[in-house]
């Protein structure tokens, strides 16, 4: 099913409003084993921490200053 965002006219899935509205995995890892930040084209600032475990990802988190989109990304 697809949803009409009335404030921009984007339209996006529930998967992606969902995301959007409860989004997961949101903040830093102490000690993580890597971290990167992204300045993206509209200004939005997205964070990534992971950590690493025998060649694995263990964990993964995110943060942005971003709209909806942005955060559905992140989560």
Do not use: Y
Not at 8 to 22: C, K, L, Q, R, Y
Not at 38 to 47: A, I, T
Not at 54 to 69: M, P, S
């Amino acid at each position: 099913m697809i949803v009409e965002q009335e404030e921009s006219g984007d339209t996006f899935s529930e998967i992606v409003v969902d995301h959007a509205t409860n989004s997961r995995n949101v903040g830093s890892i102490q000690d993580a084993d890597a971290h990167s930040s992204v300045l993206g084209p509209c200004g939005e600032n997205m964070e990534v921490w992971l950590k690493v475990r025998d060649d694995r990802i263990k964990q993964i988190t995110f943060w942005t200053d971003g709209c909806g989109a942005t955060i559905a990304c992140g989560s």
